[in-house]
């Protein structure tokens, strides 16, 4: 694997209910969290506290299924525009 294509995994602090806390997660999946706390006008504590709320397992793993249930999302939505 070359180095343009390693995956990263950071650890990062995010707060919940007021609480600190920390995920490893890969730099990937954090960008995208950032991008869609951004598209929402929301916080990205905010919008981790959402995901922290509904899920059922780790916070990494939450992280990672709603970011790919989000790109999913997108990508249907696009595929029903191109075919309109």
Do not use: C, Y
């Not at 950032?34 to 504590?45: D, H, P, Q, V």
């Not at 981790?48 to 990672?64: H, M, T, Y």
């Amino acid at each position: 694997m070359s180095d343009s294509a390693k995956i990263t995994i950071r650890r990062r602090s995010v707060t919940i209910a007021g609480h600190r806390t920390s995920v490893s997660i890969e730099d990937a999946f954090w960008d995208v969290l950032k991008t869609i706390a951004t598209a929402r006008g929301i916080s990205l504590n905010r919008l981790v506290g959402e995901i922290d709320k509904d899920r059922p397992g780790n916070l990494s793993s939450a992280f990672r299924v709603f970011v790919v249930r989000h790109l999913l999302a997108e990508a249907q939505a696009r595929s029903k525009e191109e075919a309109a």
